[in-house]
C-alpha cells in the first residue's frame, strides 16, 4: 500500500483562511467561533461534539492508493498528542470510483459528490431484498410542487415516483405515508400500510362504476370485507365485497368532493389487510371542484429481489470508524447495515493546499450507521453532521 499523509490543524487551516482572504474570495472566512472542522451527533445514545481545534484535536487528512491503484480519501478527526488508539475520534474513509495509474491522478471530483454512499464491506454478497416501486396517483387542480414519502423505516424522499429496497429479513408490513403539496397551497396527504409478499396477503379496491367500488384482495381464496367512509363510517352491511357509497347529495353541506375510504379484509387464512383511499364522490363531468380540494394516492408493486454483486474494488463505497473514550475502535466495514443507515455528503468545496501543497476539498456530511468492534459488540452513530477536509493528488 502506498500512502501519503498531512496533519491539517483547525489553528493552522484557519490562519491559511485568513491570510489568503485577499486572494481568494470564492473561500468563505470562517467566524472565530465556529470551527473548520467538527462533528456532532450521537453514539450509542450519547451526544457527541468534536472540533478541530478544541481540546487538542485535529483532523488529520491523508489519500492512499492500494494494491489494486485504487485511492482512498481519509479524514480522522482525533487527539493530536496520541499517537495509538485515542477516543473519542471519528474516521471517514471514501474509496475514489476508478484504477488510477501508480502515484497518478484520481477521480476526485467523481469520487467526492453530493450524493449517498454505500458501506464498504469485504464480500458483496447478494442478499436478498424486497423492491418496491412507489407510484404517486394525486388528484388536484395545477401542479404539485412538493412530494413527500414516509417509508416507515426511518426514509424517505422527495421523488414522484420513488423505488424502495427493505431488507428481507426485516418486517413483513410497513406504514408509509404520502403527501402532495400543490401549486396553490392544496395540501393532502394519505398513510397505507405497505404488504410485503412475505406477509402473506394484502388488498385493494377499484370503481366499478359511478359510487361502486369492488374489493379486489390477494391472498386466501375466500375473503370478507369491510368499508368505511370518513363522513359515513361503518355502513352496517360489512363483510360485502362490493360497497356503494350514498349520492353526493346526502354528503355534508361543505363536502368538498373528496372521501376517504377505507377497505379492510380477512382472508380464510386469517391474514388482514387494510387500504385507505381517497376517491372523487362528485360525479359532475365539469369536474368543478374548488382550488382546495385535492388529494394524496399512491399504489406500489413489491418483489424479492436480489442484490446484484458490486465491483470487487469497492468504487465510491465508505467506512466509518469510531475510537472510544476507553480506546476501543469500530469500524462500519463488513457491518450488516439496517436500512435506514446512510452516509451523504450534502456539500463538496474546493479548499487550501495543505502544508505538503496537496489539493484539499472539504466535504459536509451526514452519516447514521452502525459500527462494530473486534469483540463484535455494536454501536450505532446516529445523525452525525460534520465537516472534514480531504487531501487527492493533483496535478
Given amino acids: 500500500m502506498k500512502v501519503r499523509t498531512h496533519i491539517a490543524g483547525a489553528l493552522l487551516l484557519a490562519t491559511i483562511v485568513l491570510l489568503s482572504a485577499c486572494e481568494r474570495k470564492e473561500l468563505p472566512v470562517p467566524s472565530a467561533d465556529t470551527p473548520l472542522f467538527s462533528v456532532s451527533g450521537t453514539v450509542g445514545g450519547e451526544s457527541i461534539e468534536l ?156 370503481e366499478e362504476e359511478p359510487l361502486l367500488y369492488v374489493a379486489a384482495p390477494a391472498g386466501g381464496k375466500e375473503f370478507s370485507a369491510d368499508w368505511a367512509s370518513k363522513f359515513f363510517g361503518y355502513p352496517g352491511q360489512g363483510k360485502e365485497i362490493k360497497y356503494s357509497l350514498p349520492p353526493s347529495s346526502d354528503y355534508p353541506p361543505d363536502f368538498r368532493g373528496i372521501d376517504l375510504l377505507t377497505l379492510e379484509t380477512l382472508d380464510d387464512n386469517n391474514c388482514f389487510a387494510r387500504m385507505r383511499r381517497h376517491i372523487v364522490v362528485d360525479s359532475n363531468e365539469a369536474k368543478d371542484y374548488p382550488s382546495e380540494a385535492c388529494a394524496a394516492n399512491f399504489n406500489y408493486d413489491a418483489e424479492l429481489a436480489a442484490v446484484l454483486p458490486q465491483d470487487t474494488l469497492d468504487f465510491s463505497e465508505v467506512t466509518i470508524t469510531w475510537v472510544s473514550e ?57 445523525g452525525i453532521k460534520g465537516a472534514f477536509a480531504a487531501a487527492y493528488p493533483a496535478p
Avoid at 447478494?126 to 412530494?147: L, M, N
Avoid at 489539493?359 to 452513530?381: D, M, W
Fill in 326 to 382: 476507553s480506546g476501543v475502535l469500530y469500524s462500519s466495514f463488513d457491518v450488516v447495515q439496517p436500512s435506514s443507515s446512510r452516509f451523504e455528503i450534502v456539500a463538496v468545496d474546493d479548499y487550501e493546499t495543505n502544508e505538503m501543497g496537496e489539493q484539499t476539498k472539504r466535504i459536509e456530511f451526514n452519516v447514521t450507521c452502525l459500527v462494530k468492534a473486534a469483540n463484535g459488540s455494536l454501536l450505532k452513530l446516529e
Fill in 51 to 206: 472540533a478541530a481545534g478544541q481540546n487538542d484535536m485535529y483532523l488529520f487528512t491523508r489519500y492512499d492508493q492500494d494494491e489494486n491503484n485504487v485511492y482512498s480519501f481519509v479524514g480522522e478527526l482525533k487527539d493530536a498528542n496520541c499517537p495509538n488508539l485515542c477516543g473519542p475520534a471519528l474516521g471517514i474513509s471514501i474509496r475514489d470510483n476508478q484504477v488510477s495509474q501508480e502515484a497518478g491522478l484520481s477521480a476526485v471530483e467523481q469520487s467526492l459528490q453530493t450524493k449517498q454512499y454505500a458501506f464498504r464491506a469485504s464480500t458483496d454478497l447478494d442478499q436478498p431484498e424486497y423492491v418496491v416501486q412507489f407510484t404517486a396517483e394525486p388528484f388536484g387542480q395545477g401542479a404539485v410542487s412538493v412530494y413527500e414519502w414516509e417509508f416507515g423505516d426511518g426514509s424517505t424522499s422527495n421523488e414522484r415516483n420513488p423505488e424502495h429496497r427493505y431488507p428481507a429479513d426485516g418486517l413483513d408490513n410497513y406504514e408509509v405515508r404520502f403527501s402532495v403539496l400543490y401549486l396553490n397551497t392544496c395540501k393532502s396527504e394519505v398513510r397505507n400500510v405497505v404488504y410485503m409478499p412475505s406477509y402473506g396477503c394484502r388488498t385493494y379496491f377499484y
